[in-house]
């Protein structure tokens, strides 16, 4: 979930280019860079909510071990899927976002008409909140019942 979400945290590395992306497209305003930095933390927080609902992030966390694994050469499918996976979510979840706010955001400032667009932004927007609201469920651990537990 970590690799998944860093993408999106602001650092100190990309403040130029936001800055320059302001500065270029947008006149120089300052409240698109500043904006630009706090919609990167708020992508984080939801992204790691919506995220720890899944079955694969849920439950407790794993606790920190400071262990080296063994040293061995990557496997070049496990590099790539994980690349893709974590790259892919990103993109989706940015386009995403980006669809939401260019469809309603246009359709609330009369610039964008009614179109099948706007009823996938708003499905997406629904998607999104319910991934963000609904109820945590604990993972499908290995659970013991009574009896189980009485023999062990």
Do not use: D
Not at 44 to 64: N, Q, T
Not at 118 to 138: D, H, I, K, Q
């Amino acid at each position: 979930m970590t690799i998944m979400t860093t993408g999106f945290m602001p650092c100190g590395a990309k403040m130029p280019i936001v800055g320059l992306f302001a500065g270029a497209l947008f006149g120089g305003s300052w409240l698109v860079a500043v904006s630009a930095y706090f919609i990167g933390v708020g992508a984080v927080i939801v992204s790691g909510v919506m995220l720890k609902k899944f079955r694969m992030f849920a439950g407790e966390p794993a606790p920190f071990v400071m262990e080296l694994p063994a040293y061995h050469a990557p496997n070049l499918g496990n590099v790539l899927r994980g690349t893709w996976g974590a790259i892919g979510y990103m993109c989706g979840f940015a386009y995403g976002i980006a669809m939401i706010v260019y469809q309603l955001g246009g359709l609330l400032t009369g610039e964008a008409a009614f179109s099948a667009f706007t009823v996938a932004a708003l499905a997406l927007l629904a998607g999104l909140l319910y991934l963000l609201f609904r109820p945590y469920r604990e993972s499908g651990g290995v659970r013991l019942n009574e009896r189980s537990a009485a023999r062990a």
